[in-house]
């Protein structure tokens, strides 16, 4: 059987993965980026890049890349669909406290292909695709890490394994982790289509979120393509879901007559709310979608995976370069990053979507008119903008360790 020696492999090549992997390499670690695929997926969930993120990239050098690829979403909309009420939120207003203020609306598959590209050319640091990990023996010295290509297994030993192999994690479960929490009893179908809805509304922002007793709406715009996210039955086959009839329902409701509306992708995702009880066991990190999930009303899936891998590679490298405790440091990311999923994402994306679904008897009115004073009050609309871009959480878990 073959075996490599590194000093952090890595389970997963998607963007959480590829951050955390050239964060390391490009500063010299040695590493092994394990991915059951046979390239980063061509996936189209997480489109929306906050602040913060867009500046820890930018210590990658990939940020303008992104800006160049991308589209830069100042604005952001809460819209009625029954009334068309719009209340408008302005990210400029925080360029006093962050050198991006606006989000990037570019599909998550490119930062992990370009990043995968560039962990490649580090020297020191492999890419192996077609490499499932299969399961793992810690020691106390070391963690041996066994994965199947297409022909064979292969073993790695390793200092630490970060698992960035997402929702379904297999080294979350071989470690036994609980992932506690609650599935949305909707489905979530997306669309993508290059109808130019701009042209159906007046003053469409990039990002939409849509508001309604029967059917909220998420309308995203992403270079060439909208998306656009509405809930489904899940007593509804998903076949009859995907079909050509309830496309066209669902554009008709939207624009009037969607019969003529063609789509590029039509996918259906089941929805969690659940964090991992621990993200560290021993020489075993967890992050990203491994260690937690949310739904998408706010776009922090993604970002706070992005977050725990700087967080981590960081400590890495404190204990690596300068010697520091790893079990303190080690320790200390599981507390804060932890801390921020339950306290701040889990928090704030059920807020966010109990907005949308504004079918809850009169709640909805109030929580609307708590928004339109919150967009009016420059202190309170200032504090939503701080939390929504996700910079709030940031400076908050300093605290935490
Ligand atoms: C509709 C929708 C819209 C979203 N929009 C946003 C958004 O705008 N902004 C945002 O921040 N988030 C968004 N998200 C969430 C975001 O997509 C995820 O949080 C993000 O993809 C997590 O990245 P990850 O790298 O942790 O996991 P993944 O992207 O799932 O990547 C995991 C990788 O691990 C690989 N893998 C799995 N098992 C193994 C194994 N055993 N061995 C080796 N490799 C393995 C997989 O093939 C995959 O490449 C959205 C989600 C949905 C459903």
């Given at each position: 059987m073959d075996q490599i020696r590194t000093q952090v492999a890595i389970a997963g090549a998607g963007p959480v993965g590829t951050v955390a992997a050239y964060l390391?390499?490009?500063q010299g670690i040695d590493v092994v980026l394990l991915e059951a695929g046979r390239d980063c997926a061509l996936d189209l969930r997480a489109s929306t890049f906050h602040p913060p993120t867009l500046e820890m990239l930018d210590q990658l050098d990939v940020t303008s890349r992104l800006i160049e690829m991308g589209l830069k979403a100042p604005i952001?909309?809460?819209?009625?669909?029954?009334?068309?009420?719009?209340?408008e939120f302005d990210m400029s207003e925080l360029s006093d406290v962050t050198r991006y203020p606006f989000r990037v609306q570019c599909e998550q598959y490119h930062l992990a292909r370009m990043l995968s590209e560039a962990v490649r050319g580090q020297p020191g640091a492999q890419v192996l695709f077609n490499h499932r990990v299969l399961g793992f023996e810690q020691s106390a010295s070391d963690i041996t890490i066994h994965a199947e290509t297409p022909l064979s297994i292969i073993s790695i030993k390793a200092d630490f394994l970060i698992a960035a192999d997402g929702a379904?994690?297999?080294?979350?479960?071989?470690?036994?982790t609980q992932f506690d929490g609650f599935t949305y009893p909707e489905k979530f179908l997306c669309y993508t289509t290059r109808e130019p809805l701009e042209q159906h509304f007046s003053n469409l922002a990039h990002v939409n979120y849509v508001s309604d007793p029967h059917e909220w709406m998420v309308l995203l715009r992403v270079p060439s393509l909208w998306r656009v996210l509405v809930p489904a039955s899940p007593e509804q086959d998903d076949g009859l879901l995907l079909a050509d009839a309830n496309k066209d329902e669902v554009f008709t409701r939207l624009l009037g007559d969607g019969r003529a509306v063609q789509t590029e992708h039509r996918t259906i995702y089941r929805v969690h709310q659940r964090v991992a009880q621990s993200f560290r066991s021993n020489r075993v990190l967890l992050i990203g979608d491994a260690a937690h999930l949310n739904n998408p009303i706010g776009g922090f899936g993604m970002n706070s995976g992005i977050h725990d891998a700087f967080n981590l590679g960081e400590?890495?490298?404190?204990?690596y370069r300068h010697g520091a405790d790893a079990d303190h440091a080690l320790n200390a990311f599981d507390v804060q990053r932890r801390r921020t999923a339950c306290e701040f994402t889990q928090a704030q994306t059920i807020r966010n979507l109990q907005y949308l679904d504004a079918g809850k008897g009169g709640e909805h009115a109030?929580?609307?008119?708590?928004m339109e004073q919150v967009s009016a009050d420059p202190v309170k609309r200032r504090e939503f903008l701080l939390r929504q871009s996700m910079i709030d959480c940031l400076e908050r878990e300093k605290e935490y360790a």
């Open positions: 390391l390499a490009s952001y909309h809460f819209r009625e669909r029954q009334t068309g009420d719009v209340i379904n994690s297999v080294v979350r479960k071989w470690l036994g400590r890495l490298l404190s204990i109030l929580r609307k008119r708590e």
